[in-house]
């Protein structure tokens, strides 16, 4: 989240910019769009949804009033893991003279390469670049070849404050020695668990680059690199959904990219009502998802995830809910 405000100070808050309002283009982490909406005055954000070509022109009617001072989105996005034309999306970019900011944090560097669309590069090294979940830090990254690099070079030497304690520094650069084995692993891992949810009648909809907007993605994929760790599922039932969630052995919590496999059942709980924690608040996060979605950050070591999902598949038939049932009902009738 530093690396996005940093972002979104130095290209909204100076210059140009100022006065302009940013776009979420596509689905994002609540957080993103949070920071967009609260730190840029009365301009605030515009969220633009990517779910159909459609959706591109929407964003140019937004372009078009020419009040926007940057174009934000994620590559692949959380917690939907879709992957937006990135190439087509910097045309537009370009033609409106916006910059585009690209969060790379779920692609990682290892397996996609942004570079050629991105103004700004904003990455979590809190997430798979550490492995840990122990300690937290950002990088924000200047693209050479971008119209804007001058501008923001300088804007970052004039005002860059270097606040990240040096004993984090050293335990990042310590983790981080294991980054490419541990990727590869979570990579292998997470296909594996794909293949075993779509194989089940129970598993409604599996979100993952390998099966959906996989073109778009291979645009942007590495030679060598893999397809993520992270991928996010809906079941027919809510009430099996629960149950599952429940019954899954592994950890459970709102971090990704660790070692160790996380679930996490992200609608409820990564942007709950403050007042009822069944129902997502519009006025937070305009995004309709399944509150009973179930997001899940494959790791390479521990317990094994293909075979925890498959025992609790295998036992959703004598688990318990692990929610209240008015929760269960709620869902069922408000999907």
């Not at 669309?117 to 492995?131: E, Q």
């Not at 609790?312 to 688990?319: F, K, M, S, T």
């Amino acid at each position: 989240m530093a690396s996005i405000y940093n972002a979104h100070q130095m290209i909204s808050q100076y210059g140009k910019g100022q006065g302009k309002k940013t776009i979420q283009f596509g689905v994002s982490y609540a957080s993103s769009r949070r920071i967009q909406n609260e730190f840029n005055g009365t301009a605030g954000a515009t969220y633009v949804p990517y779910n159909s070509e459609n959706d591109f022109k929407k964003l140019v009617h937004e372009l078009a009033k020419r009040d926007t001072c940057a174009v934000f989105c994620e590559a692949p996005s959380n917690p939907l893991l879709h992957t937006i034309d990135l190439p087509r999306l910097k045309e537009m970019t370009n033609k409106y003279d916006v910059p585009l900011v690209i969060d790379n944090t779920i692609g990682t560097w290892l397996d996609v390469d942004v570079t050629p669309y991105a103004d700004v590069i904003v990455t979590s090294l809190t997430k798979s670049f550490t492995g840990g979940g122990n300690v937290m830090g950002g990088a924000l990254t200047l693209n050479p070849s971008s119209k804007h690099y001058t501008e923001y070079r300088a804007h970052l030497h004039e005002h860059h404050k270097d606040h990240l304690y040096i004993r984090d520094a050293l335990e990042i650069e310590k983790q981080s020695r294991t980054f490419e084995q541990r990727v590869d692993g979570m990579n292998a891992q997470a296909l594996k668990l794909v293949a075993l949810l779509q194989s089940s009648s129970v598993v409604k909809q599996v979100n993952h680059p390998s099966v959906i907007d996989t073109d778009a993605y291979n645009k942007i994929r590495k030679p060598n690199g893999g397809y993520g760790s992270l991928l996010s599922f809906t079941m027919h039932d809510p009430e099996n959904a629960v149950k599952l969630y429940d019954s899954l052995q592994g950890f459970k919590g709102q971090s990704l990219g660790m070692h160790f496999t996380i679930a996490l059942m992200y609608g409820i709980f990564a942007n709950p009502d403050k007042q009822n924690p069944t129902i997502l608040n519009p006025t937070l996060d305009p995004i309709a998802l399944d509150p009973l979605m179930i997001r899940v950050s494959v790791g390479c070591e521990g317990l094994n995830p293909v075979e925890d999902f498959k025992q609790a598949l295998a036992g959703l038939d004598n688990a318990q809910p692990a929610l209240s049932t008015s929760l269960v009902n709620f869902t069922a009738t408000h999907n």
